[in-house]
């Protein structure tokens, strides 16, 4: 099982201690900060897979942030004081997921986290992440890891079916013209294996089965 880490960004910190209590005994990772440039930072060394973020912060405010980074984040909640209908619009219409305002119920606001994660399809392969529906492939670092087009299209057929083998012979009949490229199939997945596992932390990652296949280990 994934365990999803979630960023909350308020400087509250009182209110950051009892969020991030209770999503903890819910079965989440938490990583809290008080100022924009510290989730920043963090942003750039962890992969999250949702942010909490208030509003009225200390030098730069919620509104600024997400508009700059709204691109590259992953879906935020605004957990604000400031509730009304033209905060709402203007939280979602920058690009926020869902909107809440203070003082809130923790189950409500574990109930939209739930809803709001689990409409991301991602994979966990070793340190890396697969996120299906982008069709994007992060490092531990939440850097995009590049791919060939071939690298790309076996790992996504691959991660459609994570912890089968996948038969030698169908993958060089879906991907390849002839059975010579048998080799160029094991390049392929030799090549791949190297990106997805670069220090060779998990040589069980994407393995082959002697006279099967090969089987891509994979967390959903």
């Known amino acids: 099982m994934i365990i999803p880490h979630v960023l909350l960004v308020d400087d509250d910190l009182r209110l950051l201690d009892l969020i991030k209590r209770y ?46 980074r709204a691109l590259d984040l992953p879906p935020v909640i605004f957990l604000s004081a400031m509730g009304g209908p033209k905060e709402r619009v203007k939280g979602l219409s920058l690009g926020a997921k869902d909107y809440m305002m203070k003082p809130f119920e923790p189950t409500e606001l574990l109930l939209r986290l739930k809803n709001l994660i689990s409409t991301e399809c991602v994979l966990q392969l070793g340190n890396c992440w697969l996120n299906l529906k982008k069709n994007l492939l992060y490092d531990s670092y939440n850097h995009i890891v590049f ?21 030698r012979e169908v993958l060089i009949q879906t991907f390849f013209s002839t059975s010579s490229s048998a080799r160029v199939l094991d390049v392929t997945l030799s090549r791949l294996r190297k990106k997805l596992d670069p220090l060779n932390a998990h040589p069980e990652l994407l393995s082959a089965i002697r006279n099967q296949g090969y089987i891509l280990q994979a967390k959903t």
């Open 23 to 68: 999503l903890c005994q819910n079965n989440y990772w938490v990583s809290s900060v008080t100022r924009v440039f510290q989730a920043e930072y963090a942003l750039n060394i962890f992969r999250f897979d949702a942010i909490i973020l208030d509003i009225m912060l200390p030098e730069e405010d919620g509104w600024s942030f997400l508009e700059r």
């Open 147 to 167: 791919l060939t087009e071939l690298e790309n299209k076996i790992l996504l057929y691959m991660a459609n079916q994570p912890n089968e083998v996948v038969k």
